[in-house]
């Protein structure tokens, strides 16, 4: 496979219209992990289709959309404010 495979295949699945989610396996994965999704972006796959993939598709993926994945009434929601685009590494969290 070509070196940038794992930047690009996000982008490679959302062409083939196929679900997915991205996850970390530990706390330092999770600190980069928007990072992680903004190389996504930048081989391809859409700034929509990467939030989706972060919020209401894990959560069909898991089972739990019902309580979690979108703000809807009824719903559990963490919402994060930022300064700017959420996957780039210099965009701050505000609120």
Partial sequence: DPY???FAFPGLLERAGVKFAFQSEDNSGAFTLPVRVGQSCAYGLSQDRAVRALTLDAAEIMGISDRLGSVDPGKLATV??????????TT????
């Fill in 80 to 89: 994060v404010i930022t300064d700017g685009d959420p996957f780039e590494l």
């Fill in 4 to 6: 940038d495979t794992p």
């Fill in 92 to 95: 701050n969290i505000i609120g």
